[in-house]
């Protein structure tokens, strides 16, 4: 069994977004880049699987900065093979993303044949689509999103996943292999790995590198940014100031008046 | 349907569901503005008799077929493209759901067509459409424009109240023929329903909610102090489930459960739109987050700004000697 897992770096929220002085970006030197969150799940699905069924995991990233880190912490979680795409143009779409993907997983040798593509569900910056549903329908392969489980079938041409839906219900799904899944969740946590590990995958593990392919119609980008800027909180919330026991006594003066406790 | 405004009305396990109205409300106020029709678009096997409660649109295409008795969203997609295909539409609008989640991107792809995803709003300006994006955990707003049509939309939801899209009348309603191939790639089994938790959260009038900014299981139990000071139940966002520290029956937001309580307090919850879907409608929502640009102070009624941690146990050393002093009046 075959597993590979895409993967792309996402600004760190966390950290303070500065626009761009275009006004349609972020600043890319004020950013701290880290691995989708989504699909560091969807890589800790792919080391469940093989850890139940055998077989072996490849990761294949974009190239974007820290990326060598995520490739190197998946290569110590597990993954039998890192590679990355390089050398695209700053700034490329998500559908972009997608169509370089699938490119690079036709065309480069050992990547087929695969029996699952798994990534994450959705990137918070996906603006222009998702990259399971892109790929499955550049690979002609079929697609299950917001997935939170998968066990493979004994016959090895068939997975059943978990798909989640509102209101706590889910729904499992047959699936014919090979497939793309687009993970919202593993069943596990992704797991933890020392730094110790992965300095030693940095010494002994070799990033394989993709370039990016050329796309046949230029794959321009479809969707046009007018103007970005921070969603800056519309002063819908009253700010209760002072120190955590002043500003935790002002507000429980405010919920004892309104007799919620 | 040329030139016309296109909303594709969300069904699922026999009801429209109530993004659908919220999606058709923005619709109407889109096509108003640029002068065109609004089009509903159903798809389904024996459901036509769901038209009727899309009675904003000024009309309905539906597509019967076996195949879309279930939302699959590659049979959807192809089924949307082939009723687009020649009708040319400005737009399609998608709510970004967890049941339609994909079908936007495919249509797209498969129209290279425009995909705007995180909509929160459309306008029209100059004769074009603007697309207002939430993106990056609903820390950036951008202004998007589609350079071709149809442009696809994802709409979050929550984009306009359900009641304003909500209509019963018989709206002429089109049936659309299609063919899908049954390829058999994806199958539903089953439906998984909740496992009854140890509380309903739909039902609990006083809420603690826990964010990432929690840190660490360890410290849910300070929220659980609060929750007990305050008479409520705990609770938690998306990432809060993932790691384990609170079962899924206590997750709020777009695939946890929706809750109106009478108070709502959110502890390190940044306020990503997945889980504002889940807690919006609460009637007084009071947010702790240490970034004074959270998302979640832009629908919290109260707020502090500083560390969940901190404020934590000042609060419930606050609310429990209120009650003691109230009980020794």
């Known amino acids: 069994m075959h597993i590979l897992v895409l993967?792309?770096?996402?600004?760190?929220?966390?950290?303070?977004?500065?626009?761009?002085?275009?006004?349609?970006?972020?600043?890319?030197?004020?950013?701290?880049?880290?691995?989708?969150?989504?699909?560091?799940?969807?890589?800790?699905?792919?080391?469940?699987?093989?850890?139940?069924?055998?077989?072996?995991?490849?990761?294949?990233?974009?190239?974007a900065p820290e990326v060598d880190d995520a490739l190197f912490t998946a290569a110590a979680k597990g993954a039998d093979r890192v590679m990355k795409i390089v050398d695209m143009d700053a700034?490329?779409?998500?559908?972009?993303?997608?169509?370089?993907?699938?490119?690079?997983?036709?065309?480069?040798?050992?990547?087929?044949?695969?029996?699952?593509?798994?990534?994450?569900?959705?990137?918070?910056?996906?603006l222009d689509g998702l990259i399971a549903p892109l790929v499955a329908d550049e690979l002609r392969m079929p697609y299950l999103g917001i997935v939170t489980g998968v066990h493979m079938d004994a016959s090895g041409k068939?997975?059943?996943?978990?798909?989640?839906?509102?209101?706590?219900?889910?729904?499992?799904?047959?699936?014919?292999?090979?497939?793309?899944?687009?993970?919202?969740?593993?069943?596990?946590?992704?797991?933890?790995?020392?730094?110790?590990?992965?300095?030693?995958?940095?010494?002994?593990?070799?990033?394989?590198?993709?370039?990016?392919?050329?796309?046949?119609?230029?794959?321009?980008?479809?969707?046009?940014?007018?103007?970005?800027?921070?969603?800056?909180?519309?002063?819908?919330?009253?700010?209760?100031?002072?120190?955590?026991?002043?500003?935790?006594g002002r507000l429980c003066g405010i919920l004892a008046e309104r007799g919620l406790f | 349907m040329t030139g016309s405004i296109c909303v594709l009305a969300e069904q699922w396990r026999g009801q429209i569901s109530e993004v659908t109205y919220?999606?058709?409300?923005?619709?109407?106020?889109?096509?108003?503005?640029?002068?065109?029709?609004?089009?509903?678009?159903?798809?389904?096997?024996?459901?036509?008799?769901?038209?009727?409660?899309?009675?904003?649109?000024?009309?309905?295409?539906?597509?019967?077929?076996?195949?879309?008795?279930?939302?699959?969203?590659?049979?959807?997609?192809?089924?949307?493209?082939?009723?687009?295909?020649?009708?040319?539409?400005?737009?399609?609008?998608?709510?970004?759901?967890?049941?339609?989640?994909?079908?936007?991107?495919?249509?797209?792809?498969?129209?290279?067509?425009?995909?705007?995803?995180?909509?929160?709003?459309?306008?029209?300006?100059?004769?074009?459409?603007?697309?207002?994006?939430?993106?990056?955990?609903?820390?950036?707003?951008?202004?998007?424009?589609?350079?071709?049509?149809?442009?696809?939309?994802?709409?979050?939801p929550g984009a306009r109240p359900a009641d304003k899209g909500r209509m019963e009348r018989d709206v002429p309603v089109t049936d659309a023929v299609v063919v899908l191939e049954d390829t058999q790639s994806i199958r539903l089994c089953r439906y998984i329903e909740p496992e009854a938790g140890d509380v309903d959260l739909t039902k609990e009038e006083v809420l603690v909610a826990v964010g990432r900014g929690i840190q660490d299981r360890a410290n849910v139990s300070l929220a659980e102090d609060l929750a007990k000071a305050l008479g409520g139940t705990v609770c938690g966002s998306r990432p809060v489930i993932d790691q384990g520290w609170l079962p899924l029956s206590r997750q709020v937001g777009k695939s946890g459960l929706t809750v109106k309580p009478k108070l709502y307090v959110a502890l390190g919850i940044s306020g990503a739109p997945e889980h504002i879907e889940g807690m919006k409608d609460a009637a007084l929502i009071v947010a702790v987050n240490s970034d004074p640009r959270a998302p979640i102070f832009n629908v919290a009624h109260y707020g502090i700004v500083g560390d969940a941690l901190e404020t934590l146990p000042a609060l419930t050393a606050a609310i429990e000697a209120r009650r003691a002093a109230g009980q020794h009046a």
């Open chain 2, 22 to 156: 919220e999606t058709l409300a923005l619709g109407r106020e889109v096509a108003d503005q640029t002068g065109v029709p609004l089009t509903a678009i159903l798809l389904g096997s024996n459901s036509r008799e769901l038209a009727r409660s899309l009675g904003i649109a000024d009309s309905v295409v539906y597509v019967d077929h076996a195949l879309l008795a279930e939302v699959v969203p590659q049979t959807c997609a192809e089924a949307l493209v082939q009723v687009l295909t020649g009708a040319r539409p400005r737009a399609l609008l998608v709510p970004l759901t967890n049941i339609s989640l994909g079908i936007g991107t495919l249509v797209g792809a498969r129209m290279g067509a425009p995909t705007i995803n995180f909509c929160k709003d459309i306008r029209t300006a100059e004769g074009k459409l603007e697309a207002l994006c939430v993106l990056y955990g609903g820390k950036i707003e951008a202004t998007v424009e589609a350079t071709g049509q149809p442009a696809i939309l994802g709409v979050w």
């Open chain 1, 7 to 63: 993967m792309k770096m996402a600004p760190d929220v966390v950290e303070d977004l500065e626009i761009a002085s275009d006004g349609k970006a972020l600043d890319p030197d004020y950013l701290r880049m880290i691995l989708s969150e989504s699909d560091d799940h969807a890589l800790e699905q792919a080391l469940l699987l093989k850890e139940r069924h055998g077989g072996k995991v490849t990761a294949l990233a974009m190239d």
């Open chain 1, 91 to 126: 700034g490329f779409t998500t559908r972009q993303a997608a169509r370089f993907f699938s490119q690079v997983i036709a065309d480069e040798p050992g990547l087929q044949p695969v029996d699952l593509i798994l990534t994450g569900v959705q990137a918070i910056d996906d």
């Open chain 1, 158 to 248: 068939t997975a059943h996943a978990i798909k989640e839906f509102p209101a706590g219900i889910r729904g499992e799904f047959e699936i014919k292999l090979p497939a793309v899944l687009g993970i919202q969740a593993a069943e596990k946590p992704p797991r933890y790995v020392p730094v110790a590990k992965v300095r030693t995958a940095m010494k002994s593990v070799k990033i394989e590198r993709a370039q990016t392919p050329t796309l046949a119609d230029g794959g321009w980008p479809l969707v046009d940014v007018v103007e970005m800027r921070r969603n800056e909180p519309a002063g819908h919330a009253e700010i209760l100031e002072g120190t955590p026991e002043a500003a935790s």
